[in-house]
Nanobody, 115 residues
Framework: QVQLVESGGGLVQQGGSLRLSCAAT????????MGWYRQAPGKQRALVAK???????FYADSVKGRFTISSDNAKFTVLLQMSSLKPEDTAVYYC?????????WGQGTQVTVSS
């Protein structure tokens, strides 16, 4: 059974940095993509960044130049380095693995940016 465990969230002041980590266990199959989503109160879950086949990256416009996604496929780990954080980055962040045709989600980690 695939399980994703996130870590690294917390409270940070505006302009600060945080690094989120997501480690997966129980992987059977090919990992097509790994990514991070976030959901702020009253809003839908939205894609923040994604890395496909360990090479191709995608970033939401709102985080371009501030966030960096990286992965270690051999260790089934995906990281999200977040810099120059803004209050509007406050949300619960979820990691996502696309394995074959199935999506797997972590439990979520809270990121709060104070002004």
């Amino acid at each position: 059974q695939v399980q994703l465990v996130e870590s690294g969230g917390g409270l940070v002041q505006q302009g600060g940095s945080l690094r989120l980590s997501c480690a997966a266990t129980g992987i059977i199959g090919t990992i097509y993509a790994m990514g991070w989503y976030r959901q702020a109160p009253g809003k839908q879950r939205a894609l923040v960044a994604k890395i496909t086949s360990g090479v191709s990256t995608f970033y939401a416009d709102s985080v371009k130049g501030r966030f960096t996604i990286s992965s270690d496929n051999a260790k089934f780990t995906v990281l999200l380095q977040m810099s120059s954080l803004k209050p509007e980055d406050t949300a619960v962040y979820y990691c996502n693995f696309r394995i074959g045709f199935s999506d797997f989600w972590g439990q979520g980690t809270q990121v709060t940016v104070s002004s």
